[in-house]
């Protein structure tokens, strides 16, 4: 099924989204109020239902609205950056990338493999959706970003998913811990000590305690948190140790934390590259990934 809509309704939708107001949004657009409901409405029926609901006082998305907007975004900016290319214009923006990246990848590894695309291309910018594992799989889906990094979307048939390493749970503790004099650790040993784990609403604790539970083990936590960066705060806070995947820790040497790897059984996550189905990537994407593939890969050996 085709959508038949002009540039021109995208960028009418996106403005009256933006300001809130039908009135602004004409202002901004150099046109008047009818054209513009004009532009909507041809949008709308494209579309095949309503984007936008409008009182007396304001306008908001609707439920259609809401999930198209992000595309719709990000089909604007890859139209104005082709444009310039075109026409040879360099206008000081450079083209974007747009990722959904899990918050675990997203806190120590991806800044840097960016610091390092950055000095090959300093006018790419990058727009990142630290995500949990199933928003980023949708945003992925809504086609909101380029591509995700993920271990969620093996299984879809609508997404192409690109293995790129595996990524153990390890022991993250600090350097005067007991568990730090260990060259390894097993889950038993983890028993006697005050664990800080992540929600059980987490994708990673619910890869995590079903694989324990293959194995006819359990954590017994003391702290539970939202999100895994916490934890590694109260680790080097000295509350407690915390067990997360290898790339939610810091890469280089920390003055403060250590990493132990845990053992009997491995408990690891698949990390890859999603992205729809015959999508086509935009040339500054293309690069990144192919930096990120050698980078990840470096790192896992």
């Known amino acids: 099924m085709s959508i038949n809509c002009e540039i021109l309704d995208l960028r009418a939708f996106l403005t009256v989204s933006e300001t809130r107001s039908f009135h602004r949004a004409a202002e901004a657009l150099h046109i008047s109020q009818p054209a513009l409901s004009r532009r909507i409405q041809k949008l709308e029926e494209a579309v095949g239902a309503p984007l936008l609901e ?33 026409r040879g214009i360099d206008d000081g923006r450079g083209s974007q990338v747009t990722i959904a990246c899990l918050p675990t990848a997203a806190f120590y590894f991806l800044p840097s493999v960016i610091a390092r695309f950055h000095e090959e291309h300093p006018k790419v910018r990058f727009r990142i959706l630290d995500l949990p594992a199933t928003d980023g799989l949708q945003a992925v889906e809504r086609g909101e970003v380029e591509f995700g990094i993920n271990f969620m979307g093996a299984s879809d048939p609508e997404l192409n998913f690109d293995v790129l390493v595996e990524d153990p749970f390890v022991l993250a503790c ?117 930096m990120l593939k050698t980078t990840w890969q470096s790192v896992a050996k």
């Open 54 to 86: 409008r009182t007396t006082r304001s306008v908001s998305l609707t439920a259609v609205g809401q999930n198209l907007l992000p595309l719709v975004r990000r089909m604007l900016e890859e139209f104005d950056g082709s444009l310039f290319a075109a």
């Open 174 to 290: 600090r350097r005067d811990h007991p568990l730090a004099r260990k060259r390894k650790v097993s889950w038993n040993d983890l028993a006697s000590h005050r664990l800080i784990t992540v929600h059980r609403t987490s994708g990673n604790r619910i890869l995590l305690d079903g694989a324990l539970a293959r194995e006819n083990l359990k954590l017994s936590w003391f702290y539970e948190v939202t999100h895994l960066s916490t934890s590694l705060g109260m680790v080097e806070a000295g509350v407690g140790i915390s067990v997360l995947p290898r790339m939610a820790t810091p890469q280089q040497e920390h003055p403060i934390l250590v990493t132990r790897p845990l053992e009997h059984p491995v408990v690891s996550r698949t990390i890859g590259i999603v992205r729809r189905r015959n999508a086509v990537l935009s040339a500054a994407a293309e690069e990144f990934l192919q």
